[in-house]
T-cell receptor
Framework: SQELEQSPQSLIVQEGKNLTINCTSS?????LYWYKQKYGEGLIFLMM?????EEKSHEKITAKLDEKKQQSSLHITASQPSHAGIYLC?????????FGAGTRLTVKP | DGGITQSPKYLFRKEGQNVTLSCEQN?????MYWYRQDPGQGLRLIYY???????QKGDIAEGYSVSREKKESFPLTVTSAQKNPTAFYLC???????????FGPGTRLTVL
């Protein structure tokens, strides 16, 4: 099983709706990263969380790391077609990073 | 502009051939990484290098080789020993292990 589990695997929402993507770790998270990927392209860094309870926002995207540091959520408010893509969470482990399988988001206009 | 470049964007290879994927960065990062991405499986680490002339195997190193002769460059060779090489390959770099990794645009390799 994967060290990082993301849910849902895919999500289709109507433009303007809110949505949440979750990332659950089997181990304590010391650095949790959120990336976005357009199909066939590289990953774009969104945010990094380190402290339990930490919350960060970038435009209409908010990410939280729970107090126990084993789960993170990514929330998008008033989704737009530009939000479509694959969202991946990543966790640092020693000298490298482990990634979840990703959540594919489709936003219907 | 600072960043990470990968070339080529698309690569086709016949079975039994070795092929080398290029990754260059001008961010002055010490560490560089190679990942493989398959549908529904996220990213898997192939090799990484924390410093010039040194590199370590990741989770799926078999059938791949790398070199790190210069700080800016970390080429990946997909050898004929790699049984299922068709995939999307991503290169990343950062200052050191726990820091944020920044990614190149990727190379899609197809074995014919």
């Amino acid at each position: 099983s994967q060290e990082l589990e993301q849910s849902p695997q895919s999500l289709i929402v109507q433009e303007g709706k809110n949505l949440t993507i979750n990332c659950t770790s089997s181990k304590t998270l010391y650095g949790l990263y959120w990336y976005k990927q357009k199909y066939g392209e590289g990953l774009i860094f969104l945010m990094m969380l380190q402290k339990g309870g930490e919350e960060k926002s970038h435009e209409k995207i908010t990410a939280k790391l729970d107090e126990k540091k084993q789960q993170s959520s990514l929330h998008i408010t008033a989704s737009q077609p530009s939000h479509a893509g694959i969202y991946l969470c990543g966790a640092t482990r020693n000298n490298d990073m482990r990634f979840g399988a990703g959540t594919r988001l489709t936003v219907k206009p | 502009d600072g960043g990470i470049t990968q070339s080529p964007k698309y690569l086709f290879r016949k079975e039994g051939q070795n092929v080398t994927l290029s990754c260059e960065q001008n961010l002055n990062h010490d560490a560089m990484y190679w990942y493989r991405q398959d549908p529904g499986q996220g990213l898997r680490l192939i090799y990484y290098s924390q410093i010039v002339n040194d590199f370590q195997k990741g989770d799926i190193a078999e059938g791949y080789s790398v070199s790190r002769e210069k700080k800016e460059s970390f080429p990946l060779t997909v050898t004929s020993a790699q049984k299922n090489p068709t995939a999307f390959y991503l290169c990343a770099s950062n200052k050191q292990g726990p820091d944020t990794q920044y990614f190149g645009p990727g190379t899609r390799l197809t074995v014919l």
